[in-house]
DNA sequence: CTGAATTTTCAAAATAAATTGAAAACAATA
DNA sequence: TATTGTTTTCAATTTATTTTGAAAATTCAG
């Protein structure tokens, strides 16, 4: 396969992988295309080589940024703005792990913790099962909190190396 | 807070967390609904208390059950179907990491490892590029897998408890 | 300060995804 | 087998999301 060919291919299906994971389509692209380029791109680049428009290459260059997957870049004595995407995926994985805990697991978690005080006579089958419910999940968000709160303060050797002896 | 009021939210969130996730608000919501409630459901009963379709309700049953995360339930002496959510969380929680891997994860594997091999020169920048974070994502992605694949096969025991060792 | 290059914004348009609802298929009963 | 209750399907519709592109704002050089 030629390189032209796999880049395509790759850029594409990671943008196919991202929106199963609710990140949008050329978001994914993007981060894709910068994750494989040797040197930073401007957003005339990126346009050209994904066939999108200007403002949406900016706005997802933004959002990338927001979650510290892509950083501008200032190529001495030229006037646009360059950007390039941190290549190192335990980065770039904790990063996204990071950010996703943030946004979503920790609030998430506070309203369950607020949703296990309810009134009503514990003996009650359908109170219950709701406090049951809502705890066991909050329990196991709690414990997945802690456990990627300690990866993401681990190193790649750890991950790599390491992780196969805890299991046996 | 009142069960129904609490119910309510909890429903409400988890499909709002769903959507987030790539998962069908109502697919979420369903599911919401059925693990909180100590009864086996109909679609009829779903319908209502969602405010949803029954072609609707009926689609995401059946994915439900493809995940994994819903049973269909004989009542005696009834000609109704009736559907029950597993409550245990950390089967659950296991069920959907077995499924995505399947689904997403152990494809997209076999995608990388075949962009990696690409024509031309190892030395020029890009094509080295390419490589490079091509197989660092692919080599992430494995131990992932191993990873993933070792903790659906652990038990929740280990998870609750065991787990805070493997850090020190 | 002026003007050209560049970035940012955001309402409108296009696209994609989810939902509806009625018809068809199916299943159980008599 | 005919009737009725129930489930399933899917084309049409609705809703939600993403993208566009042109105008406004910003930045920089002279």
Redesign the pocket.
């Known amino acids: 396969m030629k390189l032209t060919e796999a880049k395509q291919q790759f850029i594409s299906s990671w943008g196919a992988f991202g929106?199963q994971w609710g990140i949008?389509?050329?978001m994914a692209q993007i981060h894709a295309l910068l994750m494989v380029s040797a040197e930073p791109l401007?957003?005339d680049d990126i346009m050209e080589q994904l066939?999108?428009?200007?403002?949406?290459v900016?706005?997802?260059i933004?959002d990338l940024i927001s979650w510290g997957l892509v950083d501008r870049v200032v190529m001495q004595g030229e006037?646009?703005?360059y950007f390039t995407a941190e290549k190192d995926t335990w980065k770039v994985a904790t990063q996204i792990i990071k950010e996703r805990k943030k946004r979503e697991l920790d609030p998430m978690l506070k309203l369950l913790s607020q949703l296990e005080i309810i009134e009503g006579d514990k003996k009650d089958k359908d109170v219950k099962q709701f406090i049951d419910t809502v705890s066991g999940i909050r329990k196991f968000g709690n414990q997945a909190d802690k456990m990627l709160e300690m990866m993401v303060k681990a190193d790649e050797s750890w991950f790599l190396g390491g992780l196969l002896k805890i299991f046996k």
Do not use: Y
């Open positions: 929106t949008k389509r050329t401007t957003q066939n999108v428009s200007r403002g949406n900016n706005m997802n933004r006037r646009k703005e």
